[in-house]
């Protein structure tokens, strides 16, 4: 895993057991309106209700799957033999996904918390830690209403996941630093031209500010438009030595079958 991977550190704690519950706002239809959201289907993965890593809303035939990293969900492997703990020590607790949060202190929930059914994640990671599977698909439940994330967010609001995606693209890439670096909560997005990584040149990297711990799992989205326009999803943020420099491992034939699994389940 890359020693600059920007998961968030004190929000998991070991032992974590916490339970969390689906909640929604109380308002005449249950959520706000996504219209009026800047990024309706990114927001932020918590583990035990607390800010961890970014996630999002992938296009998908149920409108259950969230992507993110694999560092976020599951510890790295090493010389063959699964990891025990994240990588920052702890454990990583019970998972949920809130989309477009906002707000100081603990935040706005405008769009629901969706607790994660199942998470799917390549042997490449949790055997041997590759970066270049640094990615992760996750399947929520439904709400109380038996509605899906997906038609809660907007069905066309949800980048179609790409498997065979090229490195230079122009790319939109939107996450959630860490409230010292973001005390309102706001998502920060840059759309910038992505290309090989110098250091790794299998990883893709962009040059944008901002890119703080806690933006771990940012879509990497490419010809993204406007409304009804959500472009195509190539990868997700792994990794950045500064909030400057970000990497993404990007989408392969494996990550598809990721996908399909997360979508069936």
Known sequence: MSPGAKAIASAAVAGLAAVLAVVFVDTAGGYEDRNVLPFPTVGVLMA????????????????NVVATAAHC????????QPGEVAHDGLAIGELAFAPAFSGEG?????????????VQVDERWTKWGED????????VEPDGDGRSLQEVVGHDEAAKPVWTSGYDREVTVVGYPESQHNPENKPVACTTQS?????????????CSGFWTGTSGSPWIADRGGPGH???????????????????ALFDGRAKALYERAANG
């Open 48 to 63: 035990g209700g607390e800010h961890w890593c970014t996630a999002s809303v992938v296009d998908s035939p149920r409108g």
């Open 73 to 80: 969900v599951a510890p790295a492997g090493e010389d063959g």
């Open 106 to 118: 603990s935040g706005k929930q405008p769009l629901g918390v969706w607790k994660v059914r199942s």
């Open 132 to 139: 270049t599977a640094d990615f992760a698909f996750l399947s």
């Open 195 to 207: 290309r090989h990584d110098e250091d790794d040149p299998a990883m893709l990297y962009i040059n």
């Open 230 to 248: 959500p472009g195509q999803l190539i990868g997700v943020l792994s990794g950045g030595d500064t909030d400057v420099d970000s990497t993404a």
